[in-house]
């Protein structure tokens, strides 16, 4: 059974920042695309940063210089360093992976929700 589990979420102040976490259980983790989407009250799910499973990485643009991306692949943890954008936001951010190689298979996470607030 594939499980994704984030964790890290929970309140920052204002220009604070915080790593997020996803534990891969369940599948071979280097044979995997891994992304980072975020959830905003009343707005769709949107795509913020992914790693490839050749290390290449991409950002939205609302992402760029804000977010960082990693993987290890021992681990078969995704991470995502975030220093917190506007005061007041809170936004759910979700963990998910795409097989590249050796067949199809697309898994997410349950979430875990970052408050920014002072």
């Known amino acids: 059974q594939v499980q994704l589990v984030e964790s890290g979420g929970g309140l920052v102040q204002p220009g604070g920042s915080l790593r997020l976490s996803c534990a891969a259980s369940g599948l071979t983790f280097s044979l995997y695309g891994v992304n980072w989407y975020r959830q905003s009250p009343g707005k769709e799910r949107e795509l913020v940063a992914s790693?490839?499973?050749?290390?290449?990485?991409y950002y939205a643009d609302s992402a760029k210089g804000r977010l960082s991306i990693s993987r290890d692949n021992a681990k078969a943890t995704l991470y995502l360093q975030m220093n917190s954008r506007k005061p007041e936001a809170t936004d759910v951010y979700y963990c998910?992976?795409?097989?590249?190689?050796?067949?199809?298979?697309?898994?997410w996470g349950q979430g875990t929700q970052v408050t920014v607030s002072s």
């Open positions: 998910n992976a795409v097989k590249e190689i050796g067949g199809t298979g697309m898994y």
């Open positions: 790693t490839s499973r050749s290390g290449g990485t």
